[in-house]
């Protein structure tokens, strides 16, 4: 309820300078072939649905700040994540433009020198990686996860979704994940936070 209050409250100024009100959220879900990382961090590509009006942080969520832009997640036991949706603005093509695919930033907590860029790129879903320091490509077979689908649906009218699904890369040459507890193709050992 709160969430659509708010969306209702930017509609009106978003209409106002020429774009149309939307949303856009982001739902994931971790393989069972390993423990999920604690914590998921995650920030929508600030470029998007960009217009020339003057509205401050339209883009910016409860809990972040300019200096930390990203929203902290922590997967629940089944290894599943959600982003609430974000208002958003953006200029429609034609009279049938819907709401442009967004494109998301991830991070996670056990491998915090890279950055996921994850989103519809040349017709079709793609991800890549990228030094989270210096911010230049990395190769995806060093990373820590893999994604291995990303898919988009429309929940609502005037809304998307991107709906991600990871695995382990269990090749990545880095230290991912704890020794011993798991192996390719299944955990044998799930850990508890009390251990």
Sequence with gaps: MLGRLVFLMLAAPLAACGTTPATVSLEGQFTPAAPPP??????LDPHYGHTNCEIEDKLTLEGTDRADPYVSLAPDESGSFRLRPIAV??????????APLPTFFLGFFNEQDT???VGHQHSAFHYRTFDAATKEPVPRADACWRVVQGD?????KRSQRLVLFLAPNFDSP???LP?????PGGVVHRPHFEE
């Design 38 to 43: 604690a914590e998921v961090r995650v920030m």
């Design 89 to 98: 603005a953006y200029k429609r093509k034609g009279m049938k433009g819907g």
């Design 152 to 156: 988009y649906d429309q929940p609502e």
């Design 115 to 117: 950055i996921y860029a």
């Design 174 to 176: 880095k230290t991912c």
């Design 179 to 183: 020794e011993g507890v798991f192996t």
